[in-house]
């Protein structure tokens, strides 16, 4: 079976934009060198845990086997078991050996199948090299990188569609669609058979409900998929024609089907009136950044920012180029959040948009205007808008005196046009000369 077929497409596209666009190839290599100098986790694990050995333990190392042989994989792999009451595995690589971690409690409680399942899952990982990608993650803060937002956040998600691929590889391992289930049922929720039945529609009733919950964007900074969709992506899997020749499934709906599955966990608007919030922001963001005649590449990036933080995964996706269209959105997401959005939604609106107008440390009366027309579009009179703009100002201690900024910006058009009326006088007089 080709592997690389299996992999999951997004992971090998995300990994591809990792090193492609966001250069990361450097970080990594970086970190892999301290990590050869300093080897101090497999020497803890040395000195902590207990490595089996054929001796040691015949039956975890006759399924070592039965998976190399499948994979037809050459490396050294040891294996360790580490005295932890979770049920959990990791897999590292150093130079040419594998190394297997699993607890104590995932190998006494799970049955030699599912014990495949995970191991093949783990496998994957060193299979499709994500392990070297894991070291972007800060050693000193472990749920940070060392990455820019936006590179930061094609990370996070890489590593959800990453388990998408190495689940496969599990699937194919184990050979059995209900043991990789029942595999992930205990570990993500600690409970065996004993507790849990497998019962896909019921799991999928959770799903359902997490689809239309503002919760569901939150879920975007975990590393794994929630379990509902990983279930879901394994069951799609194992129909399709990827896993069997004679399945119905093609490789491309198959793709297609996880890609929706994947964007539940994604950071996106799920309501409607978040989404048009989100809409308005930028576009009105881009109606501010245009109106001044030297567009500040500061405020370009505190709209990105924005987006990225506060609402969606992709806002790259959310920037609109035509003036037209610019205008459009504007008139659709006002009325939208004028007529249905709470007070609270239409004061973050126009608090966002002020952030972006400030980000160059600058508050031009043109700023100003465009934010009081935005914010008359949703519903805000002149003084409850310019109340929004200070209390803006206040919380991000930025002190910019908007008076003054309107008296300088008066004197400088007023004094542009007298020396333009100048230079143009001075040039008809020397044109009358020279007839002279």
Known sequence: MDLNLIR???DLE???????VYQVKQIIDSHENILK?????????LANSVRLTPIISPRIFSIIEEVKEKFQLQQQIEFFSLNDLNYNALAFKLDTKISIVFTSALLENFNDDEILFVLGHEIGHILFDHNRLLLLYNPSQKD??????????????????????CDRVGLIACGNYETAVQALLKISYGLTEKNLNFNLPELMKQLEDLKESNYSGELSTASHPILPVRIKAIELFYQ????HPSNQLKHAELTEHVDQLIHLTSLYPRKKTAEMTMKFVAAGGINLIAVERDIQLEEIKSLIKILANVFTDDPEKEILYDKTAVEKQ????????RNKASENERYYALHFLTLVALADGQFTKREKDILLHLAGMIGFTADDAMGVIWQTLQQNGIHIDVKLNEIAENIKQNYTQLTSQKILTQASKTKKNDNI
């Open 14 to 20: 995300d990994t591809k934009a990792l090193y492609d």
């Open 240 to 243: 399709s024609e990827l896993y």
């Open 330 to 337: 504007i008139e659709k997401s006002s009325e939208f959040l």
């Open 144 to 165: 940070s990188t060392f990455l820019p937002i936006l590179a930061e956040k094609k990370f996070l998600g890489w590593q959800k569609k990453a388990e998408i691929s």
């Open 8 to 10: 999951y497409r997004g």
């Open 37 to 45: 100098e300093h080897n101090s986790f497999r020497e803890q694990l």
